[in-house]
């Protein structure tokens, strides 16, 4: 059924099935502002309202989606380079992708990788931008062993992740690596006593030299 613009006479009808731009006109509904609303199907999924007025003269053209996109894209062409957030996924890349990197026997050397979709920067800026990205925020991965991707990473206060680094102390010995905390609960002893027998100690001995047991089991003398 067609739908005559209210208060536009002169104006073309609207049907269902109608293409503007990025949005497809689903059905009408509740006039707001004087005008014809309608629900409009956009080519990226999202559903979103828009009147007649908004359709006809361009004023909207998807769910929001284009206007992201012009904003990665005019991002990257003034200056991103130098913005933090561009540094942020600078340093995810050298980490997965970058032997040379000091960091990177922790991350790519073990296995953890930057997914395909985050290796165009527009793509991890979109992301980070619809996620809550703030500039006093870090990156986190929410599976320590997982991927840098969208649906393993989330964004912290730098307090927060200092706290969760505490165990993030990777040693391997003997051809296996863990965290500093797995080897103390390997090794029946708590992580503050493995750590000053690390800086002590050589790696063997502080690994092989049984613990005191006179003040209970996880205790050890460092003389």
Avoid at 148 to 176: A, H, M
Wanted: net charge positive.
């Amino acid at each position: 059924m067609k739908t005559k613009l209210m208060g536009r006479p002169r104006e073309l009808f609207i049907n269902k099935g109608d293409r503007f731009e990025r949005l497809q006109v689903v059905r009408q509904t509740k006039a707001t502002n004087g005008y014809t609303a309608f629900v409009c199907l956009c080519d990226c999924g999202n559903e979103t309202i828009a009147t007649a007025h908004q359709l006809k003269s361009k004023k909207k053209m998807s769910c929001g989606c284009y206007h992201r996109e012009m904003v990665v894209a005019n991002a990257t062409k003034h200056g991103m380079s130098r913005s933090r957030i561009y540094k942020v996924w600078i340093g995810i890349k050298g980490r997965c992708l970058n032997p040379n990197k000091k960091a990177y026997k922790w991350y790519g050397g073990r296995g953890i990788v930057i997914c395909d979709e985050w290796l165009r920067f527009e793509n991890f800026y979109q992301w980070a931008m619809s996620n809550g990205y703030k500039n006093n925020l870090t990156i986190e991965r929410i599976l320590n062993d997982g991927p840098y991707s969208p649906e393993n990473c989330k964004f912290i206060l730098n307090s927060e992740q200092s706290k969760n680094r505490r165990d993030l102390y990777w040693i391997t010995y003997n051809g296996e690596t863990r965290t500093l905390s797995g080897w103390a609960m390997k090794l029946g002893m708590y992580r503050k006593t493995l750590s000053i027998r690390l800086a002590r100690w050589s790696k063997e001995r502080a690994f092989t030299e049984p613990v005191n047991t006179k003040f209970g089991p996880k205790r050890c003398n460092l003389k």
